[in-house]
Structures are given as C-alpha cells and as structure tokens.
C-alpha cells in the first residue's frame, strides 16, 4: 500500500442554499434549476422509501449536492464516470446535472435494488440526463469509465473488490469517505495492494476523499 495524505489548498466552504452553491461549484442557473428539481423529486420519493435520511434532506446543498459536485475538480478531464451503490443518486445524478451538455460526458449509476434504479431512472429521464441506469451488481459489470466512484456504499476493503473490474479498464478511483478513513484504509490492505492519497474534503472538514490509481490483491505472507 502507498498512501499519500495532501493538504487540501483551499479550505472547506460550507454551502446553505442553491445561491452559495452555485458559486462554491461555478454552477449555471440551469444547473441550479435542475438540482432544484432533483430535491423536489428526492423530498417526493423519500415520503415512500428510504432514499437518503430524512433530517438530511434540509441540508441538501450542502451535504449531498456540494459533497458530490466537488469530485469534478478532481477529475477534471473526465467524461465518463461509474458510481457505485449510486443509491439516491450522490454523487451520480448531481454529476450529470453538472456534466449535461459537456461532449461525451456520461455517468452510469449502478445499483442493485429495484425500487431505487426506478426512482433514479425516473430522474434521469424527467431532467434529460447524460446517465444510463443500471439493475446489477457493480462487480457483474465490465465498463470502461474513466473515473469510478461512490459514496456510503461500503467499508473500503469491499469497495476496492467491487471496483476492481472498472481499475482492470483503466479508471481511477474517486471514494467519498468519512473521518474515520485511516482504519478504513488500513483494513484494506489485508486484502489489497494500492496506491492512493486522501484529500480533503471541500464540503465538510470531516470528510475525506480517497484518490485510488493502483489496484491489485495483496500479496500472501
């Protein structure tokens, strides 16, 4: 395992409403208006399955929005991404919010339960999304992306293996983690042997994100 720890040049910034988002992403108005309705369709779906945590849902812009958008700086070249677990969509559909429009950007939301790739898939169409839903295992998947990424999808060590067919293809790995990221990764390399470094995150001071490049099984002692 190699693992770099960088100081994040620009300090967090807390995000309260569609308004400093914009700024903090350098979003249009189109932008904000189809975030605008993905929370409206987010607060619609989450009265009759659980998509994010209710008490969350106040803090959309900065805690789910902001907390996705974030990642493009990162990966600033890339077109085509993979998320993981993509769940409500964070930070799939506010990537494709953000990257509609852009030549060959495409996102591609992975998810195993139905009712959730219903809800995603009904996003999608509603706002014309550069996005392609899919019902499967991310493991059972052979895409090529250039980036693949996820967020509270699972503890890093299962993660690398559901990911490991998207690396094998030349992605690299964008993970949004918590601050609890060290045993995190250091519980993967019983299984794992990577290269990667941890940034920052822009949203919240707590939060981490876990740059992987390098992917391979670690070797038995």
Not at 184 to 190: F, Q, V, Y
Request: net charge neutral; hydrophobic share 45%.
């Amino acid at each position: 395992m190699s693992v770099a720890a960088r100081p994040d040049p620009v300090p967090p910034v807390t995000v309260t409403d569609a308004e400093s988002f914009a700024r903090a992403a350098g979003a249009t108005p189109e932008q904000v208006r189809d975030l605008e309705r993905f929370l409206a369709m987010l607060e619609a779906g989450n009265a009759v399955m659980n998509l994010v945590g209710p008490k969350t849902l106040p803090e959309f812009w900065n805690r789910h929005a902001w907390d996705s958008a974030q990642l493009l700086a990162l990966a600033p070249e890339a077109r085509t991404w993979a998320d993981l677990g993509a769940g409500a969509g964070f930070p799939g559909l506010v990537l494709a919010i953000l990257g509609k429009g852009r030549e060959g950007f495409h996102v591609h939301l992975v998810e195993s339960m139905a009712k959730r790739c219903r809800f995603l898939q009904q996003v999608v169409d509603e706002l014309a999304l550069p996005a392609t839903v899919h019902n499967d295992r991310a493991e059972n998947l052979k895409l090529a992306v250039d980036v693949v990424t996820a967020r509270a999808c699972a503890p890093l060590s299962r993660l690398l293996g559901y990911a490991r067919p998207y690396f094998k293809a030349g992605a690299v790995g964008l993970f949004l983690k918590g601050q609890d990221v060290a045993s995190d990764l250091e519980e993967a390399t019983r299984s794992w042997e990577y290269e990667a470094d941890v940034v920052p995150s822009r949203s919240d001071e707590r939060g981490r994100i876990v740059r992987v490049r390098r992917l391979g099984r670690a070797r038995k002692v």
